[in-house]
């Protein structure tokens, strides 16, 4: 069975730095997809960004960007140049045909 | 505006009594999916349907059930067999046909069940 795990439980970052989040996956599959999502404290669910396992191009929207290694089973994401709205609950998440399977997820706090 | 309605926002129930959870969407998508957060343990698949009058469980299916008479409705119904009803529940769909496996999920913006 496919499982996400995201090993940080919080995380915090200044206002204008970068920050990594973590992520790893384990799958027997080849062919599969990975995001991102972020959940404000309004608890909308809103999509940050998207992988497709068979690209070695990593992913960027913005600020946002990923460091996939396929072979590590590893997606983490970057972001670049922290604002206060970036405060949220960030999940991962692995794409199957029919489910989205996702991890614990990371809290990031964006200090001033 | 497309989207998915989940109602009502906040539910409170007396243990030991059913209650169902509305989610409709008019985006067109063939699948939908219920899911369960808790603190700490991130989203939970309970149900998903990939087409009407199909469903199939999820991880943590017992103690509830859903319908699929409409492709734009799926409501879940959290009987008095939860041992744990208290959580923030999501719905979401999506596509399946041409690009629907890389297709995200779209969430409507849950519903905050309280059971006591």
Known sequence: AQTVTQSQPEMSV???????????????????????????????????IRQEA????????????????KAAKSFSLKISDSQLGDAAMYFCAYRTFYKLIFGTGTRLQVFP | DGGITQSPKYLFRKEGQNVTLSCEQNLN??????????????????????????F???????????????????????????????????CASSPTSGQGRISPLHFGNGTRLTVT
């Open chain 1, 14 to 48: 200044q206002e204008a730095e970068t920050v990594t989040l973590s992520c790893t996956y384990d799958t027997s599959e080849s062919d599969y997809y990975l995001f991102w999502y972020k959940q404000p404290p309004s608890r909308q669910m809103i999509l940050v």
């Open chain 1, 54 to 69: 068979y690209k070695q191009q990593n992913a960027t929207e913005n600020r946002f960007s990923v460091n996939f290694q």
């Open chain 2, 29 to 54: 998508h063939d699948a939908m999916y219920w899911y369960r957060q808790d603190p700490g343990q991130g989203l939970r698949l309970i149900y998903y349907s990939q087409i009407v009058n199909d």
């Open chain 2, 56 to 90: 199939q469980k999820g991880d943590i299916a017992e103690g509830y059930s859903v319908s699929r008479e409409k492709k734009e409705s799926f409501p879940l119904t959290v009987t008095s067999a939860q041992k744990n009803p208290t959580a923030f529940y999501l």
